[in-house]
């Protein structure tokens, strides 16, 4: 719910939405606000725009900033009450506010992107004044910055839902009219999508309103504040997974009938200056030693969940040692279709411990992957990530069975 409002424009109905979400981002709003400006004017100088910030009540001065960024399109201000934190819920008050004013085509811009490009807004919003329905993006990434994505959300999303969408969880993405009044009034919303869990929620939504989805190639990294990238990582794969399970019971009908993947259209895709990824290191001992540990540590509750085979599995593999680390795909599939099942049928309040079990075995995966394309160029890790998702799709009649109780 919107607690407050700041439209010095008066701004009743437009053609453009980009909005902004954001907590504490006095730093570098200002920088973000004037480039959506820029490739607003230029490149839709004939429609009626609009920049939204939807903001979790900052306190450090981003409201501030904000409206007093000089801009030629006008700006509006939201916030949600003192206390309430999470980008889902500073996006729920977005779409609340979408209804009245009736945008055409909706981009959603990261706040802390130091690189933002005004061609990007093009890029986004192009595809959706053509047709499309959700438009996520394909950013210039290392092969190691969003494990998250390339061993758990990007298989499990298009084994489930068909669709083979590689950057669902970046953070930036752009919608149509068809989807507005669908976001702001679906009754399956969480704690986990009003957090982290937002984006992979819009997506599966688009799909389950057979939307079409488009993916826009941008050419360049997307350069956010220095920080590691495995830091809040535990909290992020609790809320993502927890939001792919979430969703399957709602969505059964629609995603139990997909067989296979289809590629999704690309927009931009003859783009010719792509920059490299920026160098990553991960260090795969530590990753090792947080699977182990966590294997003994919830070995009880996997035992409970997993099969006596798959538990023999993991022991195998973690003597194996880091040098010979292999988790193999088909067993991760497994797993994660096993735990899917353990989490639909178990009380609310035990849901979560089911999540950090999971957890240090994601881990596992993530050594595993990053042993077997250490040695590999960005194309060649890719390879690997495609013939992961293809094990996932094979073995789909494996969860289809386990998920009716066969």
Not at 8 to 36: H, K, M, R, W, Y
Not at 159 to 167: F, I, K, S
Not at 208 to 215: E, I, N, S, T
Request: charged share 20%.
């Amino acid at each position: 719910m919107i607690y407050a409002e700041e439209n010095p424009s008066g701004v009743s109905e437009v053609d453009l939405v980009v909005a902004i979400p954001t907590f504490n981002e006095v730093a570098n709003i200002a920088t973000v606000t004037s480039q959506v400006d820029i490739g607003l004017t230029k490149y839709y100088p004939n429609l009626k725009s609009a920049i939204i910030v939807c903001d979790n009540h900052s306190m450090d001065g981003t409201r501030e900033a904000f409206l007093e960024t000089k801009t030629k399109n006008p700006k509006i201000y939201l916030s949600s009450a003192p206390g309430e934190k999470g980008k889902g819920a500073n996006l729920r008050n977005l779409f609340e506010r979408l209804i009245t004013l009736r945008p055409q085509a909706v981009m959603i811009l990261e706040a802390d992107i130091r690189n933002v490009q005004p061609e990007w807004i093009y890029n986004f919003i192009e595809p959706i004044l053509r047709g499309a329905g959700y438009v996520t993006p394909i950013y210039v990434l290392h092969k190691y910055e969003s494990t998250l994505s390339s061993v758990v959300v990007y298989p499990f999303i298009r084994c489930l839902y068909g669709r083979r969408v590689r950057q669902s969880i970046a953070g930036d993405c752009a919608f149509g009219r068809a989807l507005i009044e669908h976001f702001a009034t679906v009754p399956h919303w969480s704690s986990f999508v009003a957090e982290k869990g937002i984006d992979i929620w819009m997506l599966i939504n688009a799909l389950y309103l057979r939307q079409p989805v488009c993916q826009t190639v941008i050419g360049l990294p997307k350069l956010h504040r220095i920080k590691d990238p495995h830091a809040q990582i535990n909290r992020a794969f609790v809320q993502l997974v927890g939001t792919l399970f979430d969703l399957m019971v709602p969505f059964q009908d629609f995603w139990m009938r997909v067989k296979w993947s289809k590629p999704t259209i690309l927009f931009n895709a003859d783009l010719q200056e792509a920059e490299v990824a920026i160098p990553m290191d991960v260090n795969i001992s530590r990753l090792f030693e947080t699977f182990s540990r966590g294997l003994d540590t919830y070995r009880d509750l996997l035992n409970q969940v997993l099969s006596v085979a798959e538990m023999h599995k993991l022991d195998e593999i973690r003597s194996m040692g880091i040098q010979h680390f292999n988790f193999p795909s088909h067993t991760w599939a497994t797993i994660l279709f096993d735990m899917a099942v353990a989490y639909r049928d178990a009380p609310s309040d035990l849901r979560p411990s089911l999540l950090e079990a999971l957890l240090p075995l994601y881990y596992g995966k993530v050594a595993s992957y990053v042993r077997k394309t250490e040695r590999m160029s960005t194309q060649q890790a890719e390879e690997v990530v495609e013939n992961k998702c293809m094990v996932f799709e094979e073995n789909k009649s494996y969860l289809l069975s386990r998920w009716k109780g066969n």
